[in-house]
Structure formats: C-alpha cells, structure tokens
C-alpha cells in the first residue's frame, strides 16, 4: 500500500462544473498536505498547502482535510479548459499520490 | 518560479554509464530533493539534504548517490546507469523539512534521462 493513495482516473467534468479530487494518506504522522498542478510535459506546480482539519479556500479552489478519516481532497469550482492537468496530492512525509489525471470539456 | 535549474534538461546514455544530474537554486533554501517519476508510480523520493555534507535516502535509493558541497548545489549520480533509471528527475527545494511549517516544496524544469 502507498503512504498517499489517489484515484489515477481519468476524470472529465464539463466546463463551470466543479471537479472533486480526492487522495488518502496511511501515515497518521503526516501533518500537512499539498496538492500539485502539473500539465503535461512540466514540473508540478504548488495550488494549496493545509495543515489543519477543515476546509481552506483561495480563490476556485478548495482544500478538505479530514485528520480522523486520513483523507484530503481538492475542489474545483467552475472548472475551465485550463484546470485540464494532473493533480498531485503530497504529504510532508515526502510522499505523493500517483496523480489524478483531469480533463475539463468546453 | 523558483530560482531552479537543472542540467541537463535531456540526456540520453548507455547501459553502465556514469550520469550526473545537477539542481542549482538561487533561494538558499536549506532543504533540496532529488525524484524521480514515472507513469503509474508518480513522484518517488530518491535521496535529499538538509544541509550541506547533510544527506539522506529516500524511497528509492539503490543506484543512486548525491553530494551537496554548497547550499545551492545538489548532484544526483548515477554510478552505473541501468535502463530502469529511464525516467524524469525531478530536483526540488523547501525551506524547512518534515515539519516546519515551510515545507511547501518547489519543483526545478526536469531533466529527462534515456540509459538505452
């Protein structure tokens, strides 16, 4: 089993939908998670840090993070064409998620 | 962007050849790490340093070694390359490691290496 689990997908959702990305970690010592944009051929880019349960929200993105049930997830609100990347979920146990591949659809 | 490069950007070599990789960062951030990915494993952590001289392994270490002789310089060496190190290394830094609250690592451009 990986420390950080995601569902590698494909995941397509239509343009302004909102897009769920969902990872779990095994690790209860890991502390804080970030989840990674990376377009094809490019290096991983940061999108959020969140350190505590809860929600954190900048900008169409949310962050969720759930401590008890070890999971993290990623929203998207009104996705467009441009979101279409691989989203990489990483703990700072230096650990990441083998991606989730997502395509917006104009 | 960070100040990240990495060099070569490409490389494509033989079976049983030496290859260094180098990240070179302009952040004099304290942490660097060397990974490696590839489709359907994703980003694996192979060594990285929390200072210079200061080193440790990762996930996947074996074939690998670094040095870090300067803050801004991190190497990644393959002794003897092997068609299983074709992949995309990625150098990264962070200012703080496990827990520090600056852990937020920073992605250098890659260097996509070839052993045939």
């Known amino acids: 089993q990986k420390e950080v689990e995601q569902n590698s997908g494909p995941l397509s959702v239509p343009e302004g939908a909102i897009a769920s990305l969902n990872c779990t970690y095994s690790?209860?010592?890991?502390?804080?998670f970030f989840w990674y944009r990376q377009y094809s051929g490019k290096s991983p880019e940061l999108i959020m840090s969140i350190y505590s349960n809860g929600d954190k929200e900048d900008g169409r993105f949310t962050a969720q993070l759930n401590k008890a049930s070890q999971y993290v997830s990623l929203l998207i609100r009104d996705s467009q064409p441009s979101d279409s990347a691989t989203y990489l979920c990483?703990?700072?146990?230096?650990?990441f998620g083998t991606g989730t591949s997502l395509t917006v659809i104009p | 962007d960070a100040g990240i490069t990495q060099s070569p950007r490409h490389k494509v070599t033989e079976t049983g050849t030496p290859v260094t990789l180098r990240c070179h960062q302009t952040?004099?951030?304290?942490?660097m790490y060397w990974y490696r990915q590839d489709p359907g494993h994703g980003l694996r952590l192979i060594h990285y340093?929390?200072?210079?001289?200061?080193?440790d392994k990762g996930e996947v270490s074996d074939g690998y070694s670094v040095s870090r002789s300067k803050t801004e310089d991190f190497l990644l060496t393959l002794e003897s390359a092997t068609s299983s190190q074709t992949s995309v290394y990625f150098c990264?830094?962070?200012?703080?490691?496990?827990?520090?609250?600056?852990?937020?690592?920073?992605f250098g451009p890659g260097t996509r290496l070839l052993v045939l």
């Open positions: 952040e004099n951030h304290r942490y």
């Open positions: 990264a830094i962070s200012e703080s490691g496990l827990a520090g609250g600056s852990e937020t690592q920073y």
């Open positions: 690790d209860r010592g890991s502390q804080s």
């Open positions: 340093s929390y200072g210079v001289k200061d080193t």
């Open positions: 990483g703990s700072n146990q230096f650990y």
